[in-house]
């Protein structure tokens, strides 16, 4: 089951915030987050573990809410860098082995204007 | 340390051609991902490759398309007998371990099928 990410788009003005949800029907082990830039590869943002966590570098921070099953990238005082699709990725976990495979979501586009 | 490496970046074909897409991880990584991206659309996992092994092989169409990682020398996405559905973007990406770990992309082949 693909996760969903909510919303589809996003414009911002530099400086403002946005934050992107990704919920999951199914228990979730993983979830990693990537931006893509049209015509390039997924660059790799975070990666949040089972457990509840919250991790962060720079003005990009995530949360992972296991009993929720969702996460959300938060991105504050946003750049015109920060413009892109952002993919949430799941993994699954069962029998003593996590999944190799990540679940993508359908994107979210984030516009950032001057 | 050289990223994860695909080629060819750009790879014609006409209809009933074979495709080969090469991917060479990143160094120290031994598991390798191959996803699928169609035009304005998310990533799709395929498979999910260790050396000489395939671990994970759901996501991919029961006919036409193999994929390898032999011991020596990079994986192989190959599409036989190519139809023009196929074109799309395909990435791979690679990890040291599992999903536990994030996983970087390459630059992606983009497939175009006259």
């Known amino acids: 089951q693909q996760p969903v990410q909510s919303p589809q788009a996003v414009i911002l003005r530099e400086g403002e915030d946005a934050v992107i949800n990704c919920s999951s029907s199914k228990a979730l082990y993983s979830v990693h987050w990537y931006r893509q830039k049209h015509g390039e590869a997924p660059v790799f943002l975070m990666i949040l573990l089972k457990g509840g966590e919250q991790k962060g570098h720079d003005k990009i921070s995530a949360s992972f809410n296991e009993k929720k099953q969702q996460s959300s990238l938060y991105l504050t005082a946003s750049q015109l860098s920060y413009s892109g699709t952002y993919f949430c990725g799941t993994g699954g976990y069962a029998g003593g082995t996590s999944y190799g495979k990540l679940t993508f979501g359908q994107g979210t586009i984030l516009t950032v204007h001057p | 340390n050289a990223g994860v490496m695909q080629n060819p970046r750009h790879l014609v074909r006409r209809r009933g051609q074979e495709a080969r897409l090469r991917c060479s991880p990143m160094?120290?990584?031994?598991?390798v991902y191959w996803y699928r991206q169609l035009p304005e659309e998310g990533l799709k996992f395929m498979v999910y490759l260790q050396k000489e092994n395939i671990i994970d092989e759901s996501g991919m169409p029961k006919e036409r398309f193999s994929a390898e990682f032999p011991k020596e020398g990079p994986s192989i996405l190959r599409i036989q007998q190519v139809v023009r559905g196929d074109s799309a973007a395909y990435f791979c990406a690679s990890s040291p371990r599992d999903s536990k770990n994030e996983q970087f992309f390459g630059p992606g082949t983009r497939l175009t099928v006259l």
């Open positions: 160094k120290g990584h031994s598991h």
